[in-house]
């Protein structure tokens, strides 16, 4: 980076001083060829009032002594005055330019070395020649002095770049290498690095990314030990008593056929129990990764719920009370097989944290607008804390203090829940009071019957 910064500075010094040189050189250059016109201009308007010899040498030695040269030349090029030399070649070109001048007329023109102003006139009645020059000589040393002064300020410009550059490059850069080398502690599993804000809006941002992703993935990590500690407590359990209870078929209850009839139905009820694990983590894996493509359809939400109430029906002889208020024939748009899921779950949970009156209350309202159907499941359990219930919807989250018998879900069901209802856009949400249970409600648009 601080080579970029030196490079780029370099490049931008070189390109002002090359503007600068063509610029004062034309600059100068202009300037000449007016001082020149100008004093040439001076002379003519001088000779045409007649001024005695005396006064054009002063005025003329004035003129050299700023750098400026005046002749006056017959028309074949010989000197009249002053009485200095002048080269042939010079008094030839300002023949031939005159040749093409009548009395009075002026030209100004650039020759090897001079920049000249020359002009015909009459002096000491007859026609003679005036001609101004300036040797480019004394502006190309000015441009050189100028050069040189340039090049100095370069020079101080360059190590001031520099050194800009490098204190710019090495603030800039001492974020990035701290954030490099805490990423590579992060990368190496230690996830208590803190990736630090930098003094760049955009290296922060970029701090401000990383903590965001080392805290998902510590988030991640946590999970997994989770969900490894959850299947291996629940599966080791009906893994044990499959086989403690198989045993006791082989040693035991082999020839006694109510008690093997016994033994093998806690095997089934075990196996059971196994499907239900394995198809839950089968699920949660599906609907996270979006694999479970949702297929929208109208149906009769009111016999749908009905049809899965009556599969619980099985609880009224363990004591369970199923109350229920649904409105007759409302329709919704949703994915059938999906919205069973949801139901099932969140029926189960009820059953699971219900208090010791084995109650669950089952709604099915539409709005007062018709266009919505609201579907409440409540417990009469103790309810969720208020600062648990963000935290429910979680995978393998269970509350602690709010069952009050042994629960058998995996802690998969609100979420596949919540994912089910987040892909189809439905509202869902959980109402809960310590002491007074759980309601927990998803919003259906309501549609006509096809």
Known sequence: MFL???????LLLLLV?????????????????DRVTRVGTEVVALL???????????????????????????????????EISISESRAEEAVEQAATLSVGDDVAYRSEGFVNFCSKVTY????????????????????????????????????????????????????????????????????????????????????????????????????????????????????????????????????????????????????DRLTGLVDD???????????????????NLTEFLYGIINKFGYLQESGYNLMVDIDPDLYTRADEEKI??????????????TGEDKTVFISLKTSMDGKRIKLSIRDTGKGIPKEELPNIWDRYYRSEESHTRPVKGTGLGLNIVKVILENHSFDYGVESEKGKGSTFWVDFPSVPAE
């Not at 009906?238 to 095997?267: C, F, W």
């Open 4 to 10: 970029y910064f030196c490079i780029l500075s370099v």
């Open 124 to 271: 000491n009645e007859s026609v003679n020649i005036i001609l101004v020059s300036c040797p480019l000589v004394v502006v190309r040393e000015i441009v050189t002095d100028l050069q040189v002064y340039l090049i100095l300020v370069s020079i101080i410009a360059l190590l001031l770049a520099f050194l800009i550059s490098y204190t710019i490059s090495q603030r800039l850069t001492r974020g990035l290498k701290n954030l490099s080398s805490t990423a590579v502690r992060f990368a190496h599993g230690d996830y208590s690095v803190e990736f630090a804000n930098a003094d760049y809006r955009e290296v922060a941002q970029l701090s401000d990314t990383l903590n965001f992703v080392r805290d998902e993935v510590k988030k991640s990590r946590d999970f997994q030990r989770e969900i490894l500690a959850n299947v291996t407590h629940d599966l080791k359990t009906p893994l044990t008593m499959i086989k403690a209870y198989a045993s006791m078929v082989q040693e035991i209850s082999g020839d006694n056929p109510e008690k093997r009839n016994q033994h093998l139905q806690v095997i089934i009820d075990e196996a």
């Open 281 to 299: 983590v089968l699920s949660v894996s599906k609907v996270n990764s979006n694999l479970g493509e949702i297929h929208f359809k109208v149906f």
């Open 340 to 353: 069973e899921q949801v139901i099932y779950n969140l029926l189960g949970n009820a059953v699971s944290y």
């Open 48 to 82: 045409e009032r007649r001024p005695d010899d005396k006064v054009l040498k002063q005025l003329f030695l004035r003129y050299q002594d700023e750098g400026i040269v005046v002749y006056i030349l017959s028309e074949d090029g010989a000197v009249v005055l002053p």
């Open 17 to 33: 001083d090359m503007v600068f040189y063509i610029i004062v050189n034309a600059t100068l250059s202009r300037q000449t060829r």
